[in-house]
């Protein structure tokens, strides 16, 4: 295989090793089509669903309604577990786009922003790295996650924690043969992961900053540590402006964002109150088999592979210091989610990304069939069971369905979403032809095939999720038993879901009993399990209503009225 050019402009680094080009790469055009085709479907067309899009959107919503662009309120409370980036520009693209879009479909435009910006510096970073050609793939390898596919469609704080990752880990590559420019990226991304999410990723990037010089000579420069000095500085007015301004403005929700939310959530004194406990830190390891894979063992093939070259070669030192930190964070961390481990993807498919350019041929032919045959399995039970459900009316009778999807549910025909399911499988199926004169096609059919489930996912199923996952249906039912004169509802149990959606849905904001114990209203919203149901609260209050979401066969919500 003839050997490619260096990387160009950082031919002349030490920190950069080039290795040999891809054969007959995916093209830019089809590579870019296949990005925009996982990164669209799913953004527009359906309600904020449960868990984090409903309180996401509602803070934005508030934002919006009261120009408040500095304290965060969830259905009309201080609201201080994030930072307000994601809010700002899903609040800006939702007024932007409100002549077009529902405000919500207009917000979750956000997400597909710091998406793109995620895959730009993930690609930017291995093609600095690799060599030319090598950055699709550290992006292919990026989407093929399962881990990623889910979070990267939704309202959620995560999706600018991982493209602040991004941003830095370009900056961190750059930082010898361009200082200057490395620095500023480097203080973008901890900025942006910072506003973003809070202090895990300007830690991170921050403890990786300085292993990198103690474990490997080649990082002991002047030019690096003149890039980490631009980099502070640059990170400075990212960090320093909202903080201040929000202690300047309210010292204890200051308090309650930075001690509890961020301090407290690490060490675990605030874990009780707030949730999202790390019960089994190590359980992290075997959320990585699922949450990272296929990149995982992609990246531990290519270390292996390269295992001889890890003392000079920059790309496998970054690649393996920033993801040890990363999951060292999350191991000691007394709260987790897996959506917090999304950062650890970025510095994988850096790591993955020249060997899912170079599997051996035989290899991938193999995955490639593999690859086809499952995710051609799967879109066909898509297909099978929006056909059967337009058919029937009903959904079939399959437990693995039934326990998350109501069965009752009346598959409405969409022409347009049908058409787009049409033509994605169509390309799929003549992608076919294709995929065989690519030497590194595992991936790219891998993708494509994840890509096309997707496409049919939020297309074809899209309104029976929507349906199981939104609070309209509920809210709905429930408004014509709620007063129109009364003055007040109170709340019992009620989570941040339910009060974000009856905030934007009926514009109703609860008094929660649990920080106001002596309220006195005449309407109260009891949340519950089906399991438990309450009884009356006193002799005066009868019961008017009850409900749920159609997809939720715990949870259960009781309006009583005196």
């Known amino acids: 295989m003839a050997k490619n050019l260096q990387p160009d402009r950082l031919a002349s680094s030490e920190l950069n090793q080039a290795v040999e080009s891809p054969r007959l790469p995916i093209s830019f055009g089809w590579f870019l089509l296949l990005a925009t085709a996982y990164v669209l479907p799913g953004l527009i067309g359906h309600d904020p669903w449960k868990q984090d899009e409903t309180y996401v959107f509602d803070i934005l919503y508030r934002m919006l309604q009261n120009h408040d662009w500095v304290v965060p309120h969830l259905a009309g409370e201080p609201f201080m577990e994030k930072p307000p980036l994601y809010y700002w520009l899903g609040a800006a693209l939702a007024h932007s786009f409100s002549g077009w879009l529902p405000l919500h479909d207009g917000a979750r435009l956000a997400t597909g922003v710091f998406m793109a910006i995620t895959f730009l510096f993930a690609g930017l970073?291995?093609?600095?790295?690799?060599?030319?050609?090598?950055?699709?793939?550290?992006?292919?390898?990026?989407?093929?996650?399962?881990?990623?596919?889910?979070?990267?469609?939704?309202?959620?704080?995560?999706?600018?924690?991982?493209?602040?990752?991004?941003?830095?880990?370009?900056?961190?590559?750059?930082?010898r043969a361009r200082p200057l420019a490395a620095g500023i990226w480097l203080g973008v991304g901890v900025g942006v992961g910072f506003l973003g999410k809070g202090v895990l990723v300007p830690g991170a990037v921050g403890v990786t900053a300085l292993l990198l010089p103690l474990l490997f000579q080649n990082w002991r420069s002047k030019t690096y540590a003149h890039s980490l000095g631009v980099a502070f500085v640059v990170a400075l007015p990212w960090l320093l402006i909202w903080p201040i301004a929000l202690y300047l403005r309210d010292?204890?929700?200051?308090?309650?964002?930075?001690?509890?939310?961020?301090?407290?959530?690490?060490?675990?004194?605030?874990?009780?109150?707030?949730?999202?406990?790390?019960?089994?830190?190590?359980?992290?390891?075997?959320?990585?088999?699922?949450?990272?894979?296929?990149?995982?063992?992609?990246?531990?093939?290519?270390?292996?592979?390269?295992?001889?070259?890890?003392?000079?070669?920059?790309?496998?030192?970054?690649?393996?210091?920033?993801?040890?930190?990363?999951?060292?964070?999350?191991?000691?961390?007394?709260?987790?989610?897996?959506?917090?481990?999304?950062?650890?993807?970025?510095?994988?498919?850096?790591?993955?990304?020249?060997?899912?350019?170079?599997?051996?041929?035989?290899?991938?032919?193999?995955?490639?069939?593999?690859?086809?045959l499952f995710f051609g399995t799967l879109a066909a039970l898509f297909w099978g069971v929006w056909g059967s459900m337009i058919a029937t009316g009903h959904a079939p009778h399959w437990t693995f369905l039934t326990r998350v999807l109501p069965v009752d549910f009346v598959m409405p025909f969409l022409p347009l979403a049908v058409a787009v399911a049409a033509v994605a499988t169509l390309v799929w199926l003549a992608a076919w032809y294709g995929l065989p004169r690519l030497y590194e096609r595992s991936i790219v059919s891998f993708v494509a095939g994840l890509t096309l489930c997707w496409v049919l996912f939020a297309t074809l199923w899209l309104p029976w999720l929507d349906n199981a996952k939104s609070y309209r249906s509920v809210f709905v039912a429930m408004q014509p038993n709620l007063p129109v004169q009364r003055n007040c509802v109170e709340s019992i149990g009620l989570g941040e879901s339910e009060r974000g959606m009856l905030d934007y849905f009926l514009g109703v904001q609860t008094l929660r009993r649990e920080i106001h114990p002596d309220i006195d209203c005449d309407v109260v919203l009891v949340e519950g399990s089906a399991d438990t149901p309450p009884g009356l609260l006193a002799p005066a209050w009868r019961q008017v209503w009850q409900g749920g979401r159609p997809g939720d066969n715990k949870g259960r919500l009781w309006l009583f009225v005196r």
């Open 125 to 175: 970073t291995a093609r600095h790295a690799w060599g030319t050609g090598h950055g699709r793939y550290a992006v292919l390898v990026l989407m093929s996650c399962f881990g990623l596919l889910y979070e990267s469609h939704i309202m959620i704080t995560d999706v600018p924690m991982l493209a602040g990752f991004s941003i830095a880990s370009y900056g961190f590559i750059l930082s």
């Open 251 to 372: 010292p204890h929700q200051f308090y309650v964002w930075f001690w509890l939310n961020n301090v407290g959530r690490y060490l675990g004194f605030s874990v009780a109150e707030l949730g999202a406990p790390n019960n089994e830190p190590w359980s992290w390891l075997k959320t990585l088999l699922w949450f990272a894979f296929p990149a995982l063992f992609l990246a531990l093939a290519s270390v292996w592979q390269r295992r001889h070259d890890i003392r000079r070669s920059a790309p496998l030192q970054l690649g393996l210091v920033s993801f040890g930190v990363y999951l060292a964070v999350l191991l000691t961390s007394a709260s987790a989610r897996a959506s917090y481990g999304l950062p650890m993807l970025v510095a994988l498919a850096l790591l993955a990304a020249p060997q899912a350019a170079t599997l051996p041929a035989a290899l991938s032919r193999w995955l490639d069939w593999g690859a086809r």
